[in-house]
T-cell receptor, first 117, second 108 residues
Framework: KAGVTQTPRYLIKTRGQQVTLSCSPI?????VSWYQQTPGQGLQFLFE???????NKGNFPGRFSGRQFSNSRSEMNVSTLELGDSALYLC????????????????FGSGTRLTVV | QKEVEQNSGPLSVPEGAIASLNCTYS??????FFWYRQYSGKSPELIMS????GDKEDGRFTAQLNKASQYVSLLIRDSQPSDSATYLC????????FGSGTKLNVKP
């Protein structure tokens, strides 16, 4: 069974540029979430999509955006890159069964390591 | 107040000992709890999930949940150097809430 696939694995961009990261969830998983991870900051939640709709959003500026397609694949975009955006960006998919309190847990992709210079 | 709290460690245990990792959460509506292991430079990997009060065992790992005390723990028996990693606790209520992780060092 294929896992969560993130592309690209590594990316180097210049300040001011924009970047798009891609995530293909596990087959059958309709919930896709994105996290930013930096040393000492832990996992910072960006957003969650389910059936092409954004369910939840973290506290990131509007430069960070995402979307989900009908096949559950998701992309996130960061515009006007800043040095502080350098991080590991993780995508996770989940077999969300509905309701507020139950979940089977995430499977994370390998991540995209973004370096902004 | 953070929704999920963990001691950042590092927690150092000798090889063969029991490692005990602890986590508290603030949302009483949470019903699903998870432990993830993250090796340096890698992505988190789900190792245990627990939904009911009590203990759940899987090999050398035991997860413990006490909803009245809003407390989740992970015990690792016969700790191995390969268990050295950061362990993330997560609770789910409408979305996942992750702790900042506890770094475990298992010394040979």
């Amino acid at each position: 069974k294929a896992g969560v696939t993130q592309t690209p694995r590594y990316l180097i961009k210049t300040r001011g540029q924009q970047v798009t990261l891609s995530c293909s969830p596990i087959s059958g998983h309709r919930s896709v979430s994105w996290y930013q991870q930096t040393p000492g900051q832990g996992l910072q939640f960006l957003f969650e999509y389910f059936s092409e709709t954004q369910r939840n959003k973290g506290n990131f500026p509007g430069r960070f955006s995402g979307r989900q397609f009908s096949n559950s694949r998701s992309e996130m975009n960061v515009s006007t890159l800043e040095l502080g955006d350098s991080a590991l960006y993780l995508c996770a998919s989940s077999l969300w069964i509905g309701g507020g309190s139950s979940n089977y847990g995430y499977t994370f992709g390998s991540g995209t390591r973004l370096t902004v210079v | 107040q953070k929704e999920v709290e963990q001691n950042s460690g590092p927690l150092s245990v000798p090889e063969g000992a029991i490692a005990s990792l602890n986590c508290t959460y603030s949302d009483r509506g949470s019903q699903s709890f998870f432990w993830y292991r993250q090796y340096s430079g890698k992505s988190p990997e789900l190792i245990m999930s627990i939904y009911s009060n009590g203990d759940k065992e899987d090999g050398r790992f035991t997860a413990q949940l006490n909803k009245a005390s809003q407390y989740v723990s992970l015990l690792i028996r016969d700790s191995q150097p390969s268990d050295s990693a950061t362990y993330l606790c997560a609770a789910y209520f409408n979305k996942f809430y992750f702790g900042s992780g506890t770094k475990l060092n298992v010394k040979p």
